[in-house]
């Protein structure tokens, strides 16, 4: 039995004994009001009035005390069956979690496979002048050396006074004059083709870190430049983009999850316009935080639409263009940094996706 059983059967036997105590004490008071002439019919008639009373509240509090311990065993099964459905939930909320986290990476690859033929195109570029560049400096040594071995064969035999006319005729014949003066430029132009091809691996490299689980400080303005020249491929052929930027301190955040949040606007963007547009980056201060907008002049996000857009899966893109995952899975990142977006669209006019996150995170940042 349980304790709250067991008090309430305490309470039934008080009950019944302080009953009993009252039926004494009326039959004590008839049989002095009564005296030895009473009637011995009246106190037991009287005495058996309260006794029955006695049993049917006895039978009263024992139904109670049925239904009260019926409720009890009701209130142990509903406590066991809230147990098991919130351990359910537990599970149901890990396995989401790791379905997000699956999701996420799907999206990073899906986002790396799509940008890397314009990333190869992009490396290929300088790669090409680079080799080019070699090429004709390779021409060109070998006319210097030809120059010096030339002079020096000459040179070693002729008397004083000699007249080096060959070796000014082998000089204007390979341009020696502009020889000296491209040949530096030649390198620095392959010096920035090396540039240019180190900074968009390591560009690369930065956004497949995209589920680095480490909060740290990073600067906003810097990911968003990073992210920019990953996906320049996919945006230079149909949009001229601008930048404005503001000064902004550094945020905590994890800058490789944000970077992926700036790679899908952008990308929604550039599919948002037919032919030739533009798209403006612009990043801003706020009293607690920052923020970043892309805006597009593409043709626009219809009304019965923008309630869906960070939907899973929705997508109104052409089969095969989107997976439908890429606002869903910004705004989740979003959330996780406390932060939120706005949507500013019009139909034919173009769309404007408004970040905002804070400086700090309000809580200690999920793991």
């Known amino acids: 039995m349980s304790d709250a059983a067991a008090g309430r059967e305490q309470a039934l036997q008080a009950e019944i004994a302080r009953l009993g105590k009252i039926i004494a004490a009326l039959v004590a008071r008839a049989e002095r009001e009564m005296g030895p002439q009473g009637s011995q019919f009246g106190m037991f008639q009287t005495a058996s009035l309260l006794e029955e009373k006695v049993r049917a509240r006895t039978r009263e509090l024992q139904r109670v005390l049925a239904e009260n311990e019926k409720i009890a065993r009701d209130l142990q099964r509903l406590n066991k069956a809230l147990q098991r459905?919130?351990?359910?939930?537990?599970?149901?909320?890990?396995?989401?979690?790791?379905?997000?986290n699956q999701?996420?990476?799907?999206?990073?690859?899906?986002?790396?496979?799509?940008?890397?033929?314009?990333?190869?195109?992009?490396?290929?570029?300088?790669?090409?002048?680079?080799?080019?560049?070699?090429?004709?400096?390779?021409?060109?040594?070998?006319?210097?050396?030809?120059?010096?071995?030339?002079?020096?064969?000459?040179?070693?035999?002729?008397?004083?006074?000699?007249?080096?006319?060959?070796?000014?005729?082998?000089?204007?014949?390979?341009?020696?004059?502009?020889?000296?003066?491209?040949?530096?430029?030649?390198?620095?132009?392959?010096?920035?083709?090396?540039?240019?091809?180190?900074?968009?691996v390591q560009d690369l490299k930065d956004f497949s870190h995209v589920d680095e689980a480490e909060w740290q400080l990073a600067d906003l303005n810097a990911g968003i430049d990073s992210t920019l020249n990953v996906v320049w491929n996919e945006l230079k052929y149909k949009a001229e983009v601008t930048r404005d930027y503001a000064e902004l301190p550094k945020i905590e955040c994890l800058p490789f999850q944000l970077n992926q949040v700036v790679l899908n606007l952008l990308v929604n963007a550039v599919h948002a316009i037919e032919t030739r547009g533009t798209i403006a980056v612009r990043t801003?201060?706020?009293?607690?935080?920052?923020?970043?907008?892309?805006?597009?002049?593409?043709?626009?996000?219809?009304?019965?639409?923008?309630?869906?857009?960070?939907?899973?899966?929705?997508?109104?893109?052409?089969?095969?263009?989107?997976?439908?995952?890429?606002?869903?899975?910004?705004?989740?990142?979003?959330?996780?940094?406390?932060?939120?977006?706005?949507?500013?669209?019009?139909?034919?006019?173009?769309?404007?996706?408004?970040?905002?996150?804070?400086?700090?995170?309000?809580?200690?940042?999920?793991?």
Do not use: C
Request: hydrophobic letters at 35%; aromatic letters at 8%; proline letters at 6%.
């Open 284 to 367: 801003g201060r706020e009293e607690d935080g920052v923020w970043l907008e892309v805006a597009d002049n593409g043709h626009g996000i219809p009304p019965e639409n923008r309630t869906r857009i960070f939907e899973p899966f929705f997508t109104t893109k052409p089969v095969g263009k989107g997976t439908g995952l890429g606002l869903s899975l910004s705004y989740s990142i979003v959330q996780r940094h406390h932060g939120h977006i706005e949507l500013d669209s019009e139909v034919g006019r173009g769309t404007r996706f408004r970040v905002h996150l804070p400086l700090r995170q309000p809580v200690p940042p999920p793991a």
């Open 85 to 100: 459905e919130h351990e359910e939930q537990r599970d149901l909320i890990e396995r989401l979690e790791q379905a997000q």
């Open 103 to 200: 999701l996420l990476q799907s999206e990073k690859m899906a986002s790396i496979g799509q940008l890397a033929a314009g990333v190869a195109h992009e490396i290929n570029n300088p790669v090409g002048f680079v080799n080019s560049n070699l090429g004709t400096l390779e021409r060109y040594l070998g006319d210097l050396f030809a120059i010096l071995d030339a002079y020096d064969a000459v040179a070693g035999r002729a008397p004083d006074g000699w007249d080096f006319g060959a070796v000014a005729r082998l000089k204007e014949h390979a341009d020696y004059a502009f020889l000296r003066k491209d040949a530096p430029a030649l390198l620095a132009e392959t010096r920035e083709g090396v540039t240019r091809v180190r900074k968009i």
